[in-house]
């Protein structure tokens, strides 16, 4: 059984009309050495410039998960990613940030899409923001909040797109101390997709995932990009 190590159970039990909400796991799939993934979110908010100097100052790789609204405010952070492309791949963290939830109940206090065409318009404009900027196609969506109404993933995945799980989260949403974060993070195991956020220059939570980082890159650990969903 896949368990995501670190992640409260509570959000597994917030309810959506009968049928609740779900938050898939994701694990790499085996390679020749020990290999994590680190996933990180940009939400609608600022720019972690001190976490991303330190993946650049260490050649440790990150798939980041963009909003639209994010690029739209982050025109010097977007840059500094686009001058590292060998380091930084983008995914698609929706246009607004709207949680691919039917029914009508909040979730962290995020509204949801609501229906299944709200959802499909988050996820087709945040990937046309990603491609206008950088050129890539994204592959990957992880929803606000990672989570999902179950009739959800299936239209999500005739979209083209995989599931932007994960196995350990780093920080619960950029709310923990950096001490607790490192910890996390540097406990990481081989096959992990670990998410964290980038867009929290204010809180100590991105100090903390740079130092598990580091500290897993002299464990000898490998860092690779989410590979493609269509293989995993």
């Known amino acids: 059984m896949i368990t995501r190590r670190g992640f409260g159970t509570g959000a597994l039990s917030l309810a959506s009309g009968s049928s609740g909400v779900v938050s898939p796991p994701l694990r790499l799939p085996p390679t020749d050495r020990p290999t994590v993934a680190l996933t990180l979110d940009a939400c ?26 994010w690029i739209a405010r982050n025109a010097n952070g977007l840059a500094f990613f686009l001058a590292h492309r060998d380091l930084f791949s983008f995914q698609n963290h929706g246009a607004r940030h709207i949680p691919p939830i039917l029914g009508h109940r909040s979730v962290y206090g995020l509204q949801p899409a609501g229906t299944l065409d709200a959802i499909q318009t988050e996820i087709t404009n945040g990937a046309a923001a990603i491609v206008r900027e950088t ?20 239209p999500i995945q005739a979209m083209g797109f995989g599931i932007g799980g994960f196995s350990l989260n780093a920080d619960e949403g950029a709310s923990l101390p950096a001490p607790s974060v490192a910890a996390r993070v540097a406990k990481a195991q081989d096959r992990d997709v670990i998410i964290g956020h980038i867009n929290q220059p204010l809180r100590p939570s991105g100090a903390g995932i740079a130092a598990g980082v580091v500290a897993l890159k002299k464990q000898g650990m490998a860092f690779a990009w989410l590979p493609d969903p269509l293989r995993t």
């Open 44 to 69: 609608p908010g600022a720019f972690d410039e001190r976490l991303a100097r330190v993946l650049v100052d260490n050649g440790i790789s990150a798939t980041v998960f963009v909003t639209a609204a």
């Open 135 to 154: 050129g890539e196609t994204p592959k990957w969506y992880r929803g606000a909040a990672a989570l999902y109404s179950p009739e959800a993933i299936a």
